[in-house]
């Protein structure tokens, strides 16, 4: 679900560790 992360946080701030 790439879409779905890159939509709630593009640039990995929810998940820095998880940017794939």
Do not use: E, H, W
């Amino acid at each position: 679900m790439r879409t779905l992360k890159q939509a709630l946080d593009p640039q990995g701030i929810l998940n820095p560790g998880k940017v794939i």
